[in-house]
């Protein structure tokens, strides 16, 4: 009888965290192709030397437009969608546009494992930003899952050092800045991305996104990549590199908004720090990375940070909980312990008008 109870006990939890677990599974099916976009741009790099990055997200992004596009084109509302939200995707757009190039082009610079390492650090922001706009209110079980996904990070990278193949070359470090800037973007993107996808559809924000993207690297192709592109020595190879990268980043952009309505920016940046792993069998089989011990540590570290981080769902903040809000309450509550004995502060801009002379008048005699 003690048992079958366990068992239904266990049976409605994972029903209720069925969206989460949903959410883990598709984001680990997004480790999957993020690794596959790096590897392949690596690969362009390491055997052409072709760094097209521009060039490489144009084709999605047309094929988002067109694909979303069409299906969005019959809605009633299309005309209106276009005139009320265009400002927003725009916004996101560049955003999206140039994370995407500034770290698609860090590989030209610095390793395939500084770079997702590096990425990962979007988590931080976004909890920052998700906090501030989005009041999301985290707990400490949420900073124990966050800290040590980021600690196995840091064991991963740490073992990469000690690896024969961390020569990035001698502008490694430009790399990893072009990679800094263009988590940047990711991390404010990702928070406005969740919440366009939870207030609006989805085939309206891959519709919005890939127009937006579309003309913005359209332009920046041609700009910045049109030398490259004329003399390239094409061949069937690169082709399919190319192709690959397509492929994944469009699947990519498919499945990310179902990740962030089913679940938040956050477990979306968490789930994609297994890439680290994938990264590291890419590197073993293609760079001649050499494998040591200390990257299952890594992995088991980053697990177990987002296994923590899922035991428990963030809570939005009531509208009475707004960062604003917090700030005067602190304010009022420090008026009240200056104020004098009976005095009721309720605007923190009252308490400048209390004098020191009033105030040194209601002290206590200390005598």
């Known amino acids: 009888m003690e048992e079958r109870r366990r068992k239904c006990d266990v049976a409605k939890y994972l029903l209720s965290k069925r969206r989460l677990l ?25 055997w052409y030397h072709l760094s097209v990055p521009t060039t490489q997200v144009f084709v999605v992004y047309v094929l988002l437009a067109a694909i979303f596009g069409s299906a969005l084109a019959t809605r ?3 005309r209106s969608i276009l005139r009320d939200n265009w400002w927003k995707y725009a916004i996101l ?40 706009f989005l009041r999301i ?79 913005v690297t359209g332009i920046q192709m041609c700009v910045l990549e049109r030398v490259q592109l004329v003399n390239a020595e094409w061949n069937s190879y690169i082709g399919l590199l190319l192709g690959g990268f397509g492929a994944c980043l469009l699947l990519f952009y498919v499945i990310t908004p179902q990740v962030m309505r089913l679940s938040s ?3 979306f940046n ?9 990264t590291l069998i890419v590197g073993v089989l293609f760079f001649g990375f050499i494998f040591s011990y200390v990257y299952i540590i890594g992995m088991l570290l980053t697990v177990l940070g ?31 312990r200056a104020a004098p004995t009976g005095l009721v502060v309720n605007d923190p801009a009252a308490l400048p008008t209390i004098s020191v002379l009033e105030t040194v008048r209601h002290l206590p005699d200390s005598s």
């Open 265 to 267: 920016a956050v477990v």
């Open 306 to 336: 987002v296994a923590i981080y899922s035991t428990k769902s963030p809570t939005a903040a009531s509208p009475g909980d707004s960062c604003g809000c917090l700030v005067r309450r602190l304010f009022r509550k420090h008026a009240q």
């Open 137 to 215: 209110r985290y707990h400490l079980v949420h900073l124990v899952g966050v800290a040590l996904a980021i600690v196995g990070m840091v064991v991963v990278f740490l073992a990469d050092l000690h690896s024969l193949r961390t020569d990035g070359g001698e502008h490694q470090w430009f790399g990893d800045l072009l990679c800094i800037a263009g988590v940047t973007f990711y991390a404010i993107g990702n928070v406005a991305q969740e919440f366009l996808v939870k207030n609006h559809s989805v085939v309206e924000y891959l519709c919005m996104i890939g127009l937006v993207g579309s003309v």
């Open 22 to 46: 949903v959410a883990l599974l598709l984001g680990q099916c997004l480790s999957l192709l993020l690794c596959g976009t790096g590897t392949t741009s690596q690969l362009l790099e390491a």
């Open 270 to 278: 968490l789930s994609l720090i297994t890439s680290d792993f994938f």
């Open 93 to 132: 757009g560049i955003l999206d546009v140039e994370g995407n190039y500034l770290v698609v082009l860090a590989y030209k610079y610095t390793t395939l494992t500084s770079i997702q390492l590096l990425d990962s650090f979007a988590i931080v922001g976004v909890m920052v930003l998700s906090f501030i």
């Open 76 to 78: 009633k509302d299309f």
